[in-house]
């Protein structure tokens, strides 16, 4: 063997275990691929080595790779390649409970770092959560349980706090016990081409960004028994804002893409752009401000709404700070289709939502703000829904008259949702405590005749409708109707 032979020879030696100058194998540590040895020890190692090394990735290959709670480090990325599955203990004392951040894979205070592959991360998050509240039933764990589920402690798949600069991109994320994702204060958040398949347990949003700036989420596919897309905002110093989310896919049991509950803090520019949302239970798009938070500069264009409950719904309340007001401002609803079954929308799924806000008719989009806190320069504009009409007076009834409308309640403290005030006097749109609204091109449809008109306006100041076209069977009826209101102007 000559001399460069040999040094060639060293080379390969030296690097057995390791793929280039900054990917590590993870079995280079230790890490086992049977699905039975528990590795949460031996990954922190590698973690913690890699970052020491000034960073890199720990690449998993063709296998189950059973772990328990686990913190990224600044400058390390998790490489989950074909056929890997990073599978999340089921035994909750393996997990990091006693923190706000229970989650199997976690960041805190982390620069340049995330997950990517076309590997599955799976938190097993039946068995997880069952096991939970087994251990809080016989005494052993305090937590609330309420609706018979455990509370603060169910384990998140990933959660990521204060970070900057986080790629997410192509990965699998399976059945976790509680919100799938969690991206908390986070800047320079990207994600693209991840799926989520997660009916596991109740409460499992597919995603969540809460608090973070210039945000990318793009072409992934998420379907959660929960809201699929949540903004949210917990702290009242912080705000949501800059984000984009483009060409993804939704379906929920609850909310396809919304704007809350929890907002303290608010968001300003988000940019929602060709979307689809389907057998979707609650809202395609809630925005809802209920914790005095501020929501301004809010885009969603080309939204498309199949077999779900409700369409729209804008909502300000007074929730947990009464002494804060809530705003609501400059939105712009445009390109957008949707259809509204006559029967329940997530019917067959395993976590069904829950039915409720009964007696009623199938609700109409809303636009709903609070007496001195209206909600203010809203556009909706080249917009189709189809409704299925025929809705029952002797079953649930709200008419016009100024009796009915006045006898709707403000709910101010409630959960925002598109059902919370039962039956609607509108079948199209109910607009309450409104100014400065744009209505341009909007076709509204029922298959069946209805009793109640298209849309109710109830002390609604400066509206203008250009466009509208209102399809209902039989014979023509008055469709717009308004009460308390001044401004409205209606023109072909």
Not at 243 to 267: L, P
Not at 281 to 299: F, H, M
Not at 339 to 346: G, L, Q
Request: glycine letters at 8%.
């Amino acid at each position: 063997m000559n001399k460069t032979s040999i040094i060639i020879l060293l080379l390969v030696i030296c690097n057995i275990g390791k793929i280039t100058a900054e990917d590590y194998k993870a079995s280079l540590f230790g890490i086992k691929s049977n699905g039975t040895t528990l590795n949460t020890t031996a990954i922190q190692k590698a973690i913690n080595y890699i970052h020491e090394k000034g960073g890199g990735k720990l690449v998993f290959y063709v296998g189950r790779y059973l772990t328990g709670h686990i913190e990224l480090k600044s400058n390390v990325h998790l490489q989950l390649e074909e056929g890997a599955i990073l599978v999340g203990s089921t035994n909750i004392y393996d997990y990091n409970i006693d923190t706000p951040y229970s989650s199997l894979v976690f960041a805190y205070q982390a620069e340049n770092t995330g997950i990517s592959g076309k590997g599955v991360i799976d938190g097993q998050g039946r068995e997880l959560a069952y096991n939970l509240t087994d251990q809080i039933n016989k005494g052993i764990i305090a937590d609330v349980m309420k609706y018979d589920r455990p509370g603060s402690r169910r384990p998140r798949a990933i959660y990521f706090r204060e970070c900057k600069n986080v790629q997410i991109s192509g990965i699998v994320i399976r059945n976790s016990a509680d919100w799938v994702q969690v991206y908390d204060q986070c800047e320079n958040l990207r994600i693209d081409g991840i799926t989520v398949d997660s009916k596991a347990f109740w409460n499992n949003d597919g995603l969540d960004i809460v608090d973070c700036r210039n945000v990318k989420v793009t072409n992934s596919f998420i379907d959660a028994s929960d809201d699929a897309i949540c903004f949210k905002s917990h702290d009242a110093t912080k705000i949501c804002e800059d984000v984009e989310v483009r060409n993804c896919v939704a379906r929920s049991s609850a909310n396809g893409i919304k704007f809350g509950t929890v907002t303290a803090g608010g968001y300003r520019n988000f940019k929602i752009v060709n979307n689809k949302v389907y057998d979707t239970y609650r809202s395609a798009i809630t925005i809802a401000t209920p914790d005095g938070g501020a929501i301004e500069n809010i885009l969603i264009d080309s939204l498309y709404a199949y077999n779900t409950g409700n369409a729209i719904y804008l909502r300000i309340g007074a929730r947990s700070r009464p002494e804060k007001r809530g705003t609501m401002t400059n939105i712009t609803i445009q390109n957008m289709e949707a259809e509204i079954p006559a029967t329940k929308p997530d019917a067959g799924y395993e976590y069904e939502g829950p039915v409720e806000d009964l007696p009623r008719n199938i609700s109409p989009a809303s636009i709903v703000g609070l007496p001195g806190q209206e909600i203010t320069n809203v556009t909706l504009r080249n917009i189709r829904l189809v409704y299925p009409g025929g809705s029952n007076p002797n079953y649930a009834f709200r008419g016009t008259k100024p009796a009915d409308l006045d006898s709707i309640p403000e709910m101010a403290k409630s959960y925002p949702e598109f059902s919370q005030f039962k039956e609607l006097p509108a079948w199209g749109f109910y607009l309450r405590h409104v100014r400065n609204i744009n209505f341009e091109n909007i076709t509204l449809t029922a298959k069946l005749p209805e009793y109640r008109p298209a849309v109710v306006m109830d002390d609604v100041k400066e509206a203008r409708l250009s466009g509208m076209t209102y399809n209902e069977p039989g014979k023509g009826k008055k469709q717009l109707h308004t009460y308390k209101s001044s401004g409205v102007t209606q023109t072909k």
